[in-house]
């Protein structure tokens, strides 16, 4: 797959360092090292002998994190080589749209729109695929020098049986007023991005089913945990 086939995501890393100095001997087989300015994972490391006036060697072999490239380097064991900060955060997709980014959902409710469905094939296909089929996706996004890209998917489950859906169109979440209702009811929300109308009827019904619960909650002396789930 050549260079160009490739997309990484940009990201501004002001005020922090992209990467930090580490031994070139200390650095193991499935660490990570910067070859040619190129965030890698070492694959394979061997050292050659001191000679009479000079250092041991370290040959690394390393794949490029995000292109799959292989890259080689020779550095001095006693030397210095920059190691990369690598970071996975997970964020639960809410949407793909037509010209290939994904839409997540963050941590603080926000949501990132930056980032290009990934290149792998087998990822890709099963990314695709659990979204048309109405699964709840979770997405690994590998971030590393500046760059951003999808690596990994988890499906994170059917909803328990036991759970009261609750439809409500994105806009409409935080303005309906029953949290209350469903907090006490132990609802799960899904928040909807389609049409506002095709909600309300379930939104009537489901508030209705939600306040019924929490009654027979109360009576029971049962504690009901509110979860939010969002789908697109």
Not at 34 to 53: D, L, M, N, Q
Not at 102 to 119: A, F, H, I, M
Request: with cysteine; glycine share 8%; charged share 25%.
């Amino acid at each position: 797959m050549s260079d160009e086939e490739h997309h990484f995501e940009s990201k501004a890393d002001a005020g922090a360092s992209k990467t930090y100095p580490q031994q070139a001997g200390t650095i193991r087989k499935n660490g990570y090292i910067v070859i040619k300015g190129r965030p890698c994972k070492v694959v394979e490391v061997s050292t050659s002998k001191t000679g009479k006036h000079g250092h041991a060697k370290c040959h690394f072999v390393g794949i490029d994190i995000f292109s799959g490239k292989k890259l080689e380097d020779i550095v001095p064991s006693s030397h210095n080589s920059d190691v990369p900060h690598v970071n996975r955060t997970d964020y639960q997709l809410i949407d793909i749209s037509e010209d290939g980014f994904v839409s997540l959902l963050t941590e603080n409710g926000n949501t990132k729109d930056d980032l290009r469905l990934p290149t792998d094939e087998t990822l890709l296909t099963q990314l695709k695929d659990g979204f048309a089929e109405g699964k709840d996706l979770v997405l690994t996004v590998m971030s590393s020098m500046g760059e951003e890209q999808i690596c990994a998917l988890k499906d994170i489950g059917p909803k328990s049986h036991g759970d009261v859906v609750v439809f409500c169109h994105v806009a409409q979440f935080g303005a309906v007023a029953m949290n209350a209702w469903l907090r006490g009811a132990g609802a799960t929300v899904v928040v909807s991005r389609r049409s506002p109308s095709r909600c309300r009827l379930a939104v009537a019904v489901a508030v209705a089913v939600a306040v019924l619960c929490s009654l027979i909650a109360s009576v029971r002396k049962k504690d009901w945990v509110l979860r939010r789930e969002v789908l697109f």
